[in-house]
């Protein structure tokens, strides 16, 4: 009963810290170029998980890898638009719309393996979708950063599968490795023709660091160590956080502020989520193969 205490905390702390980083990278975003921050960032998370374990790569299969490297395409681009939805919507906004691979990761389950899609899932997608309209909406339009940011979700969500469908708790942590060295990798191929843009002050790299070393490398440990002790339905659950704190640390850090659109939408997708991951969540997991085993 103690460890699964802690590992609920462990969880909720790694999902306090992924919502924290959304000011920071808006905030980042004005001085560094979206590709040149996520380069230095997840080069600097493959770096540390690497010191830590150096053989866990050696240790993966070369099919493994290959798959390690579609999967780090796939999260790479994600964190891509992610990233680039931050330079124009705000980042309550931002972390309430990704929030919503969590109400998309059963769909595509049920679409790639051909899971039926319950009654609850399909409540929780029209959910999901109001809330999409109250936080996005302009006129009758949604906005560009907003639909780059639903954009990552659904690939948020693909990555999420995928992963189920390819990875061993033997192989987490190379994967994990190898994922963050190809987002690295893959944003570095497309702005180091040009020099790639560090920041230029003590204040940026500290939050880079963090984003780097606690919101990646740690935040990546943290959580697989906390989902060998939980339910998978559980520590679904607890991550739906993620949106909350985003929008929390939004409104007490940045200057932005709580409107009744914001709250609305972000109620509306909050439920949605936590909908989506009550009882279809365990159907669906069960269902998943693990590939190649």
């Given at each position: 009963?103690?460890?699964?205490?802690?590992?609920?905390?462990?969880?909720?702390l790694v999902t306090a810290t992924?919502?924290?980083t959304?000011i920071?990278?808006?905030?980042?975003l004005?001085r560094?170029?979206?590709?040149?921050?996520?380069?230095?960032?997840?080069?600097i998370?493959?770096?540390?998980m690497?010191?830590?374990?150096?053989?866990a790569?050696?240790r993966?299969?070369?099919?493994t890898r290959?798959r390690?490297?579609?999967?780090g395409?796939i999260?790479?681009?994600a964190?891509?638009?992610q990233?680039?939805?931050?330079?124009?919507?705000?980042?309550?906004i931002s972390?309430?719309?990704?929030?919503?691979y969590?109400?998309?990761?059963p769909l595509i389950?049920?679409?790639?393996?051909?899971n039926r899609?319950?009654?609850l899932?399909?409540c929780?997608?029209a959910?999901a979708t109001?809330?999409?309209g109250?936080?996005s909406?302009?006129?009758?339009?949604?906005g560009?950063?907003?639909?780059?940011?639903?954009g990552?979700?659904?690939?948020y969500?693909t990555h999420?599968v995928?992963?189920s469908?390819w990875?061993t708790?033997r192989d987490a942590?190379?994967?994990?490795v190898?994922?963050m060295?190809v987002?690295?990798?893959m944003?570095?191929?497309?702005?180091?023709w040009?020099?790639?843009?560090?920041p230029d002050?003590?204040?940026?790299w500290?939050?880079?660091?963090?984003?780097?070393?606690?919101?990646?490398a740690?935040a990546?440990?943290?959580?697989?160590w906390?989902?060998?002790?939980?339910?998978a339905?559980?520590?679904?659950i607890i991550?739906t956080?993620?949106p909350?704190?985003?929008?929390?640390f939004?409104i007490?850090?940045?200057d932005e502020?709580?409107?009744?659109?914001v709250a609305v939408g972000g109620?509306?997708?909050?439920?949605?989520m936590?909908a989506?991951e009550l009882?279809?969540r365990?159907?669906?997991?069960?269902?998943?193969p693990?590939?190649g085993q």
């Amino acid at each position: 009963m103690r460890t699964t205490r802690w590992a609920t905390l462990a969880l909720l702390l790694v999902t306090a810290t992924w919502g924290s980083t959304f000011i920071l990278i808006k905030d980042l975003l004005d001085r560094v170029p979206t590709l040149d921050f996520l380069a230095v960032r997840f080069a600097i998370a493959a770096a540390a998980m690497f010191v830590v374990a150096p053989r866990a790569v050696a240790r993966l299969s070369p099919q493994t890898r290959r798959r390690g490297l579609a999967v780090g395409l796939i999260y790479g681009l994600a964190q891509i638009l992610q990233t680039e939805g931050l330079a124009y919507t705000d980042a309550s906004i931002s972390g309430f719309v990704t929030g919503m691979y969590v109400v998309l990761t059963p769909l595509i389950a049920a679409l790639v393996l051909r899971n039926r899609i319950g009654k609850l899932t399909w409540c929780a997608v029209a959910m999901a979708t109001v809330g999409l309209g109250f936080l996005s909406l302009s006129g009758l339009s949604v906005g560009f950063g907003e639909a780059i940011t639903f954009g990552s979700a659904i690939l948020y969500a693909t990555h999420i599968v995928a992963l189920s469908a390819w990875s061993t708790a033997r192989d987490a942590y190379g994967l994990a490795v190898v994922q963050m060295a190809v987002i690295g990798a893959m944003c570095l191929a497309v702005t180091g023709w040009n020099g790639v843009v560090l920041p230029d002050n003590g204040r940026d790299w500290v939050s880079v660091v963090y984003m780097a070393v606690v919101a990646g490398a740690i935040a990546m440990l943290a959580q697989t160590w906390a989902q060998a002790h939980l339910p998978a339905t559980r520590a679904a659950i607890i991550m739906t956080m993620e949106p909350v704190f985003a929008a929390t640390f939004a409104i007490a850090l940045g200057d932005e502020t709580l409107t009744p659109r914001v709250a609305v939408g972000g109620t509306f997708v909050v439920v949605a989520m936590l909908a989506a991951e009550l009882a279809p969540r365990r159907r669906i997991e069960a269902e998943v193969p693990h590939l190649g085993q």
